[in-house]
């Protein structure tokens, strides 16, 4: 194996370490272990004493929500009429986070993106006063009195991970003081608007969250229960029924949605572009093997080195004919040999050539 390889396969494998390491919590989302905590059908038949308290949050820009969610609101506040229900507009929101926590305003008046803001507002409310977020698209399909029982709980998402859409909690639950505390330090520009919302405040950034929460342990008292699919939406006794929403979604992820609707082409492409990057591997080594790179470093060396010689200064020394101090070359010189079979230096010296 050529020296040039070893080097980049080292590279490599730092990048890779890098990456890992900078991606972990990201890469534990591929272990789907939601079942664990999942809420089961035994304890919504028989729920324990109510924690959470009996509020209901939701948000949007104003109090004139659209037309097409107005159904599902107006059931979550039939269904609970021992609920208070508080729908938080964006000025309601800022005037919140002004009054109650002004360490965070500029960050929340910073976002590019308004879902941002109104994803920051759930989970300062919820960390705040306790109770149960519903998205407006998420209508009410049946009382909501089982969930009541535990200290927190969010839904599970596809493939993997955890949604913000549904969530509850009693006032001041660790993992929701720890969500808040952390969006300062999520707050990033990925360039792309989807992944930016997604990982800043969204979904990915709650799911990468839970996962840090739970990691080393949580007391069951402290534990986040999760709802399944079926308790979700889709079982005969589903707490909620879905409205047509998600209207935050922008260009970018329509085309992941295509993809995902066209699974072959986007599976294709993925093997295009794989192929694209191994060979570019391949330019890339035979650019390091190559005469040309090798001249170029070893110039680049010789510049060094002789940049660090040129820096050496002539030391002043005595002498003996004239008695005063000149500046001269030291005494032992080298000199190269005029044998054309060898180039190497010799040393010469010159008081001895003198007193010859």
């Known amino acids: 194996m050529r020296q ?10 730092l990048v890779v370490l890098f990456l890992v390491y900078q991606t972990f919590d990201l890469i534990t989302l591929l272990y789907d272990d939601t079942f664990q905590d999942s809420i089961t059908q035994l304890e919504i038949d028989n729920p324990g004493p109510a924690l959470i308290p009996k509020i209901i949050h939701q948000t949007y820009k104003t109090s004139d929500i659209p037309e ?39 960050t929340y ?12 507002i759930r989970y300062f409310v919820l960390n705040h006063f306790g109770g149960i977020y519903i998205d407006l698209d998420d209508g009410c399909a049946r009382r909501l009195d089982p969930l009541l029982q535990y200290s927190a709980f969010v839904r599970k998402t596809v493939p993997t991970g955890v949604s913000n859409d549904v969530m509850g909690s009693v006032p001041r639950h660790p993992f929701f003081l720890k969500v808040i505390q952390s969006l300062e330090s999520y707050d990033h520009n990925w360039l792309v608007p989807y992944i930016t919302i997604m990982y800043s405040t969204g979904p990915l950034f709650l799911s990468v969250l839970w996962k840090r929460y739970k990691r080393w342990g949580v007391p069951d008292s402290f534990k986040i229960k999760i709802i ?53 591997e391949y330019l890339f080594y035979c650019l390091v ?14 510049t060094i080195t002789f940049g660090k010689m040129g820096q050496q200064q002539y030391t002043p020394i005595q002498t003996q004919e004239r008695g005063n101090i000149e ?23 010159l008081e001895k050539q003198e007193t010859v």
């Open 68 to 106: 097409i969610w107005k159904e599902g609101q107006q059931r979550c506040i039939d269904l609970h009429p021992d609920y208070q229900y508080i729908l938080w507009t964006d000025e309601m929101a800022h005037n919140f986070i002004a009054e109650n926590y002004p360490w965070f305003l500029s």
């Open 4 to 13: 040039e390889v070893g080097y980049i396969l080292l590279g490599h494998a």
């Open 289 to 302: 093997i190559s005469s040309a790179f090798k001249k170029m470093l070893n110039f680049i060396l010789k």
């Open 228 to 280: 399944m699919p079926e308790e979700y939406k889709k079982g005969a006794d589903a707490f909620f029924t879905i409205a047509p929403g998600s209207s935050w979604h922008m260009d970018d992820a329509k085309f992941l949605m295509t993809l995902a609707r066209h699974l072959t082409l986007a599976v294709i492409g993925g093997c295009l572009i794989a192929a694209l990057l191994l060979y570019l």
């Open 109 to 120: 008046d910073g976002y590019k993106y308004p879902i941002e803001r109104a994803d920051a």
């Open 327 to 349: 500046e001269s070359y030291p005494r032992r010189l080298m000199k190269t040999r005029n044998r054309k079979d060898s180039n190497l230096p010799v040393v010469v010296d």
